[in-house]
Protein backbone atom coordinates (compact mmCIF):
# COMPACT_ATOMS: atom_id res chain seq x y z
CA UNK A 1 0.00 0.00 0.00
CA UNK A 2 1.29 3.18 -1.09
CA UNK A 3 0.74 6.61 1.22
CA UNK A 4 0.94 10.32 -0.34
CA UNK A 5 1.87 13.25 1.66
CA UNK A 6 1.35 16.89 -0.06
CA UNK A 7 3.78 19.22 0.94
CA UNK A 8 1.73 21.15 3.70
CA UNK A 9 1.34 17.44 5.20
CA UNK A 10 5.57 17.22 5.50
CA UNK A 11 6.09 20.13 6.80
CA UNK A 12 2.89 19.59 9.43
CA UNK A 13 4.76 16.35 10.48
CA UNK A 14 8.29 18.23 10.53
CA UNK A 15 7.13 20.99 13.01
CA UNK A 16 5.54 18.09 15.27
CA UNK A 17 8.84 16.63 15.33
CA UNK A 18 10.35 20.14 16.37
CA UNK A 19 7.30 20.35 19.12
CA UNK A 20 7.94 16.99 20.77
CA UNK A 21 12.15 18.20 20.79
CA UNK A 22 10.59 21.42 22.96
CA UNK A 23 8.78 19.48 25.30
CA UNK A 24 11.20 16.56 25.42
CA UNK A 25 14.02 19.03 26.73
CA UNK A 26 11.81 21.34 27.99
CA UNK A 27 10.70 18.17 30.65
CA UNK A 28 14.13 17.06 31.30
CA UNK A 29 15.42 20.17 32.00
CA UNK A 30 12.38 20.85 34.96
CA UNK A 31 13.40 17.30 35.88
CA UNK A 32 17.22 17.84 36.47
CA UNK A 33 17.59 19.01 40.13
CA UNK A 34 20.70 20.68 41.65
CA UNK A 35 22.43 20.65 38.64
CA UNK A 36 22.36 24.17 36.73
CA UNK A 37 24.71 23.55 34.07
CA UNK A 38 22.55 20.23 33.01
CA UNK A 39 19.68 22.32 33.22
CA UNK A 40 20.62 25.46 31.07
CA UNK A 41 21.81 22.97 28.80
CA UNK A 42 18.44 21.32 27.94
CA UNK A 43 16.74 24.47 28.10
CA UNK A 44 19.29 25.87 25.16
CA UNK A 45 18.59 22.94 23.39
CA UNK A 46 14.67 23.04 23.90
CA UNK A 47 14.89 27.00 22.36
CA UNK A 48 17.22 25.63 19.34
CA UNK A 49 14.02 23.05 18.72
CA UNK A 50 11.72 26.25 18.75
CA UNK A 51 13.77 27.60 16.61
CA UNK A 52 13.34 24.75 13.72
CA UNK A 53 9.37 24.57 14.65
CA UNK A 54 10.08 28.32 13.43
CA UNK A 55 11.60 27.57 10.52
CA UNK A 56 9.30 24.93 9.14
CA UNK A 57 6.23 26.77 10.07
CA UNK A 58 7.68 29.87 7.69
CA UNK A 59 8.05 27.31 4.89
CA UNK A 60 4.75 25.97 5.42
CA UNK A 61 3.23 29.23 5.37
CA UNK A 62 5.09 30.29 1.72
CA UNK A 63 3.27 26.91 -0.08
CA UNK A 64 1.33 27.67 -2.50
CA UNK A 65 -2.50 26.32 -2.68
CA UNK A 66 -1.57 23.92 -5.22
CA UNK A 67 1.52 22.94 -3.54
CA UNK A 68 -0.94 22.48 -0.25
CA UNK A 69 -3.21 19.78 -2.55
CA UNK A 70 -0.66 18.53 -5.25
CA UNK A 71 0.83 15.21 -3.75
CA UNK A 72 4.35 14.61 -3.55
CA UNK A 73 5.62 13.05 -6.93
CA UNK A 74 7.16 9.76 -5.64
CA UNK A 75 6.62 7.16 -8.17
CA UNK A 76 8.37 4.04 -6.59
CA UNK A 77 6.40 5.21 -3.45
CA UNK A 78 9.78 4.62 -1.75
CA UNK A 79 10.68 8.28 -0.07
CA UNK A 80 7.16 8.00 0.66
CA UNK A 81 7.28 4.75 2.38
CA UNK A 82 9.96 5.45 4.14
CA UNK A 83 8.42 8.26 5.79
CA UNK A 84 5.50 6.64 6.75
CA UNK A 85 7.77 3.86 8.21
CA UNK A 86 9.47 6.60 10.58
CA UNK A 87 5.59 7.48 11.91
CA UNK A 88 4.78 3.95 12.51
CA UNK A 89 8.10 3.56 14.91
CA UNK A 90 7.05 6.54 16.63
CA UNK A 91 9.37 9.48 15.31
CA UNK A 92 6.63 11.53 16.00
CA UNK A 93 5.37 10.85 18.93
CA UNK A 94 6.91 11.83 23.11
CA UNK A 95 9.60 9.24 24.16
CA UNK A 96 9.29 8.23 27.87
CA UNK A 97 11.52 10.03 29.56
CA UNK A 98 14.10 8.69 32.34
CA UNK A 99 15.02 10.84 34.46
CA UNK A 100 17.06 8.78 37.22
CA UNK A 101 20.20 10.75 36.13
CA UNK A 102 21.44 13.33 33.14
CA UNK A 103 23.10 10.51 31.37
CA UNK A 104 19.97 8.65 30.46
CA UNK A 105 18.28 11.75 29.64
CA UNK A 106 21.38 12.71 27.16
CA UNK A 107 21.17 9.31 25.95
CA UNK A 108 17.44 9.10 24.84
CA UNK A 109 18.19 12.64 23.85
CA UNK A 110 20.91 11.57 21.32
CA UNK A 111 17.90 8.63 19.92
CA UNK A 112 15.54 11.54 19.33
CA UNK A 113 17.81 13.66 17.27
CA UNK A 114 18.80 10.45 15.23
CA UNK A 115 15.39 10.22 14.39
CA UNK A 116 14.92 13.43 13.69
CA UNK A 117 17.95 13.30 11.14
CA UNK A 118 16.50 10.25 9.15
CA UNK A 119 12.99 11.65 8.66
CA UNK A 120 14.27 15.44 7.56
CA UNK A 121 16.65 13.41 5.34
CA UNK A 122 13.96 11.39 3.80
CA UNK A 123 11.68 14.52 3.58
CA UNK A 124 14.43 16.52 1.88
CA UNK A 125 13.14 14.55 -1.08
CA UNK A 126 10.06 16.83 -0.97
CA UNK A 127 10.79 19.80 -0.93
CA UNK A 128 12.01 21.95 -3.68
CA UNK A 129 14.85 24.24 -4.01
CA UNK A 130 12.58 27.46 -4.47
CA UNK A 131 10.73 25.81 -1.14
CA UNK A 132 13.47 26.49 1.21
CA UNK A 133 15.31 22.60 0.64
CA UNK A 134 18.50 24.89 1.89
CA UNK A 135 16.91 25.57 5.09
CA UNK A 136 15.96 21.74 5.76
CA UNK A 137 19.75 21.45 5.20
CA UNK A 138 21.07 23.37 7.22
CA UNK A 139 18.77 22.07 10.20
CA UNK A 140 19.84 18.69 9.52
CA UNK A 141 23.31 20.24 9.93
CA UNK A 142 22.15 21.99 13.71
CA UNK A 143 20.52 18.24 14.76
CA UNK A 144 23.78 16.69 13.70
CA UNK A 145 25.36 19.60 16.25
CA UNK A 146 22.91 18.61 18.82
CA UNK A 147 24.18 14.96 18.66
CA UNK A 148 27.37 16.44 19.01
CA UNK A 149 26.73 18.53 21.88
CA UNK A 150 24.99 15.80 23.46
CA UNK A 151 27.66 13.32 22.89
CA UNK A 152 30.43 15.48 24.32
CA UNK A 153 28.11 16.36 27.44
CA UNK A 154 27.60 12.74 27.85
CA UNK A 155 31.35 11.93 27.99
CA UNK A 156 32.22 14.95 29.82
CA UNK A 157 29.92 13.54 32.38
CA UNK A 158 31.11 9.87 32.18
CA UNK A 159 34.63 11.40 32.59
CA UNK A 160 34.19 13.36 35.28
CA UNK A 161 32.30 10.05 37.50
CA UNK A 162 35.56 8.01 36.11
Known amino acids: MSF ?14 ERNGVEFYRNAADA ?3 DTDG ?14 E ?6 RASLTDQQRVATVGDPDT ?11 TRV ?3 KELDTSSMEEILKTAITIEKDSIAFYLGMRDFVSAKRGKEKIDEII ?18 TEKG
Open 141 to 158: REEMDHIRLLSHELMARK
Open 92 to 94: FFQ
Open 78 to 88: DALGYLRSLAD
Open 4 to 17: EFNADEVFEMAEQI
Open 32 to 34: VTG
Open 39 to 52: RSFLIRLAEMEEDH
Open 54 to 59: NTFSEM
